[in-house]
């Protein structure tokens, strides 16, 4: 299979080129301006990069190329920067919508199957939220289920919604193009990938505020108290790369199953409000550093608007109905997030903790 994966330098790239060229003779031609995390695979035969952005005017004809010799496009190019949704909301919407349409007319030309990487925040917030249900007794109003559940966003002025309006149009895009010219297409919405690899620590290799489990990793690593934004209530669901990764591999396998459908990717058994999950991330923290002094890091909370600036909302709760994976593409994610945040945090705890912050180089 020829294969080509825009974005795949960054963290599910990474992890999907990984995969792919350990098991697999696929040849992969991929679009990425940064390499650090896949520098391993520069020298394979089976992998070509193009070291510049999907925008980038001298990428349009390669690119052209690329689909039309390829059997998949794999689409992971985007800004998903929590921070950046209200701060620099006309950019986020050119990099997921308008820089990313070119990419869904070739495949359109050329008929190749796309597999769009979308978000679970295209959901928007649950009805739940809307009708004041705090104790979540209905499934019907929060459970998440790619062809039925409403999409609800938030009001224009509150900005945090242009990822995912931006997203959710690319989605309605692709569909319409199945419906009208033939598209084939598959839509993954990611429920919270975590693993090695994931974002950047804040003070250390970025700036600006990532996500959130890596804003609890700098707190802890930087000497920082962790940061509970409206008091840590939101709930999340958090599944682990590699088994993320084992399902896009199943798409790759069965194509004719995949094929014109969504697909929620999450596990339904690791949700955690983000103040257990605090909670937790010190804890393991304690065991990995063997430093028991840390299972009482202080925890602060802060509002919304501190944290990331007027105009942001929260997502209230994210529960998948993840059956159409396993009926369709036989995938059950089994990783407990207690073994999914001691790989993860193992890892960034090896990757940074010897490190100095940049104000300590410079001194």
């Known amino acids: 299979m020829n294969i080509v994966i825009l974005g795949c330098g960054g963290f599910i790239g990474s992890h999907l080129l990984d995969r792919l060229l350990s098991t697999t003779d696929h040849k992969i031609v991929g679009w990425d301006p940064e390499s650090s995390k896949i520098r391993k695979h ?32 794999i689409n992971l190019a985007a800004i998903c920067n929590p921070s950046e949704y209200n701060t620099n909301p006309i950019s986020v919407i050119k990099s997921n919508l308008f820089d990313v349409y070119p990419i869904v007319e070739l495949c359109v030309e050329y008929k190749r199957w796309l597999i769009s990487f979308s978000t679970s925040e295209c959901y928007g917030r649950t009805l739940s939220s809307y009708v004041g249900d705090t104790t979540y007794e209905n499934p019907d109003l929060y459970e998440l289920k790619e062809d039925e559940t409403p999409l609800i966003m938030g009001p224009i002025v509150n900005q945090r919604w242009t990822y995912a309006c931006a997203k959710q149009m690319v989605e309605r895009l692709v569909y319409a193009h199945h419906k009208e010219d033939g598209l084939p297409f598959t839509v993954v919405r990611p429920l919270n990938f975590f693993g090695p690899r994931m974002d950047y620590i804040p003070q250390r290799d970025g700036d600006g505020v990532p996500r959130v489990l890596a804003c609890f990793m700098g707190a802890l690593l930087n000497g920082d108290p962790m940061k509970l934004v409206d008091g840590g209530k939101a709930r999340r669901t958090i599944v682990s790369i590699y088994e993320a990764v084992d399902a896009i591999c199943r798409m790759l396998d069965n ?109």
């Open 255 to 363: 194509p004719e199953k995949a094929n014109g459908h969504a697909f929620n990717i999450g596990n339904r058994n690791n949700e955690v409000t983000m103040a257990e999950l605090a909670d937790m991330m010190r804890k393991t923290y304690a065991k990995i550093t063997g430093d028991p002094s840390y299972e009482d890091y202080p925890i602060i909370e802060v509002s919304s608007e501190e944290f990331y600036g007027e105009g942001y909302e929260d997502c209230d709760r994210r529960m998948p109905d993840i059956s159409k994976a396993k009926e369709l593409l036989g995938w059950e994610p089994k990783i407990a997030l207690e073994d999914v945040l001691l790989d993860t945090m193992t890892y960034f705890h090896n990757e940074y903790a010897g490190a100095m912050k940049p104000a300590q180089v410079a001194e």
């Open 42 to 73: 520069l020298e394979n035969p089976n992998f070509t990069l193009h070291q510049r952005y999907v925008d980038d005017p001298e990428t349009q004809q390669d690119l052209r190329e690329a689909v039309a010799e390829g059997d998949v496009v």
